[in-house]
């Protein structure tokens, strides 16, 4: 019996920023993929017809002269859409990629697109989820890949359309093991408060251990080696704080004030989410973001206590 066709597009877009509501592609790249091979290729740049921002701009290197004779959105997306057709769309961190064309498509023709979305970093995590990041380049570099480091549409979409393979097959087994495990979810859960009852535990006994060896070092005691090899010594390490608005200009002139300076990504979607600013100012705010993921996370509710005493 043959073997059933197996169609995927995998594609990935460039934009003028990151709001998908506000920017526009200005490049698109696709492969569609038979049963994990690549049998076609599609790509073009699109003239947005509006300004690119240089956050953008320093992530693809895709200047406004580069798509000044381009098709415009409206000329591009017919050809885009077909390509695409009704087949499910791979991209890493594709709810990016599928909202940059699902108001595209709301904006031609009036409607969302329906196509099936597999995100394939939310597949590398839960394949690989030891891993401190699990960007594109980081999959490519775990399946052997070689990539072009410029992030240009086309060749992020065919390392994808090589790892991907790979990734998926690795996802569907643990997925079907996964699968077989929920008719014991209670089992489980139960072991999961366990297990995580023992790793704080085990943390705080971490923390109290430490400050002993830190205790018997400022005594003077000597290094102390384990009877697996391992020693325990006490290191010093100073450190200073600095006057950023005295070393700023200092740290750009050498090209290392981006590693120097770490936004807290955190603390600012808070401030852009909260009260305290005036629109004009939170817009401008998000017109600086330049990368989007969405985080899915489970949650333990802890009992209320005091609602399970009054209704006994």
Known sequence: MPRKKCIEIVLDVETTGLD????????FAAVRLENGVIKDKYETLINPQQH??????????????????QPTEEEA????????????????????????????????????????RIDSQFLFKEVYPEFESHGLENLMNKFGVEFDTRHRAMADT????????????????????????IDNIEYLFERFLRIQQAVQTMQSEIQDLKSIFKLYFDEGGKPVEATTGETLVYQSKQSYSYDFVQIKDILDDIGALPKAVKLNNGFVDRLVNGKSLDDETREKIKAARCDFSETRNIQVVKPDRHNNECNK
């Open 20 to 27: 998908y509501k506000k920017e526009r592609i200005i490049e």
């Open 77 to 116: 997306m017919p050809g885009i859409f077909e390509f695409i057709g009704d087949y499910p769309i791979v991209a890493h961190n594709a709810i990016f990629d599928y909202n940059f064309l699902n108001e595209a498509s709301k904006r031609l023709y009036g409607k969302p697109i329906e196509n099936q």
């Open 52 to 69: 690119i921002r240089k956050s953008s701009m320093a992530v693809h290197g895709i200047t406004e002269e580069m798509v000044a004779d």
């Open 158 to 181: 065919i390392g994808l359309a090589q790892a991907y393979p790979k990734l998926k097959k690795l996802y569907e087994k643990k997925y079907d093991w996964q699968m077989k495990q």
